[in-house]
């Protein structure tokens, strides 16, 4: 009988800036998933299907990350899209994740968002045979009753926070004060 491999969920997103909602739905996998021992967040280098790039730098970003989780060996920062050639397609990542790591199974986290437009990932069909998927709720969008797919799981319990770090960061150029949406208040200074 072969041994189960450990698993790792994998929470990739722009986290720009990582905030109380990212925290709340991390923990909230952990807690909720039997069998996930940790939690990786993957920064994204840039999104091919955002035509923006984001507001703060990827070190920046990986460095509030790293703040935020750092007396919490459940979590860890991945810094691996700093080291991949563009465009950083998700499967391109955790393919570079599973061949680096084999010794665990990686589970990817996705919000209802990407899911329900998940046909125009690169790669798709691959990406959901390849790896399971932990599917999340955002506002604004509808989780369907079923995933259609045996290796995607719909989290319709996991927790529906109102907090985008778009308003993070534009509450900090109009001098507004969201400090308390994030996870550690005195690095809304460093925005």
């Given at each position: 009988?072969?041994?189960?491999?450990?698993?790792?969920?994998?929470?990739?997103?722009?986290?720009?800036?990582?905030?109380?909602?990212?925290?709340?739905?991390?923990?909230?996998?952990?807690?909720?998933?039997?069998?996930?021992?940790?939690?990786?967040f993957v920064p994204t280098a840039q999104n091919p299907l955002?035509?923006?790039?984001?507001?703060?730098?990827?070190?920046?970003?990986?460095?509030?990350?790293?703040?935020?989780?750092?007396?919490?060996?459940?979590?860890?920062?991945?810094?691996?899209?700093?080291?991949?050639?563009?465009?950083?397609?998700?499967?391109?990542?955790?393919?570079?994740?599973?061949?680096?790591?084999?010794?665990?199974?990686?589970?990817?986290?996705?919000?209802?968002?990407?899911?329900?437009?998940?046909?125009?990932?690169?790669?798709?069909?691959?990406?959901?045979?390849?790896?399971?998927?932990?599917?999340?709720?955002?506002?604004?969008?509808?989780?369907?009753r079923e995933a259609g797919n045996s290796n995607v799981t719909?989290?319709?319990?996991?927790?529906?926070?109102?907090?985008?770090?778009?308003?993070?960061?534009?509450?900090?150029?109009?001098?507004?004060?969201?400090?308390?949406?994030?996870?550690?208040?005195?690095?809304?200074?460093?925005?």
């Amino acid at each position: 009988m072969e041994r189960m491999k450990p698993q790792i969920a994998l929470f990739a997103g722009s986290f720009d800036p990582i905030h109380i909602g990212h925290m709340a739905l991390a923990n909230y996998i952990l807690c909720h998933n039997k069998g996930i021992e940790q939690l990786w967040f993957v920064p994204t280098a840039q999104n091919p299907l955002k035509p923006r790039a984001t507001e703060l730098s990827f070190t920046r970003r990986c460095h509030l990350i790293e703040e935020v989780i750092a007396n919490d060996s459940r979590f860890s920062c991945c810094r691996i899209e700093e080291t991949l050639p563009a465009p950083h397609y998700t499967i391109y990542t955790l393919d570079k994740l599973r061949d680096h790591n084999p010794q665990y199974q990686f589970i990817l986290i996705m919000g209802a968002d990407n899911w329900l437009s998940i046909e125009h990932w690169y790669h798709w069909r691959e990406l959901i045979e390849q790896y399971p998927i932990l599917v999340y709720p955002r506002p604004g969008y509808t989780l369907p009753r079923e995933a259609g797919n045996s290796n995607v799981t719909l989290l319709h319990d996991a927790p529906l926070m109102e907090i985008s770090s778009s308003e993070i960061r534009s509450a900090r150029h109009k001098g507004e004060d969201l400090r308390y949406w994030m996870p550690r208040p005195e690095l809304f200074e460093l925005l």
